[in-house]
């Protein structure tokens, strides 16, 4: 079951989200689907986290989504939005994990580390 309206509610950023589709072109370049706004929170802090490729590395922000059926993954491009107070924003960090959290319901949200 998706969070609550009232949690919900509380979700006042927005980050940019453009999924990779396709294969390669001959420059080896992806391309990416249509960029897409979605409400989320943002959350600044260091976490040690395990990448992809099973280096340990370190994850600035969590970004947490209302939707956990966006087919978010280490290849979609995130970017953040402008913040005066974070130098750091307006950018596109690399995505370094993301997890679907559930309740017993079935899927709650969806947790991206950059």
């Not at 999924?19 to 080896?28: A, E, Y």
């Not at 750091?88 to 991206?112: M, Q």
């Amino acid at each position: 079951m998706p969070l609550e309206q009232e949690l919900i509610d509380l979700m006042l950023e927005e980050v940019t989200l453009e999924l990779r589709s396709g294969v390669p072109d001959k420059f080896n370049e992806f391309s990416y689907a249509l960029p897409i706004t979605v409400r989320c929170k943002i959350i600044r802090m260091n976490k040690q986290v395990v990448d992809s490729g099973g280096r340990e590395t370190t994850s600035t922000v969590q970004v947490i989504l209302a939707d956990p059926t966006i087919a978010v993954t280490v290849d979609t491009r995130l970017t953040l939005p402008v913040d005066a107070a974070h130098p750091s924003t307006g950018e596109r960090p690399d995505i370094i994990e993301v997890r679907s959290v559930f309740d017993d319901e079935g899927p709650y949200y969806l947790e991206i580390r950059a």
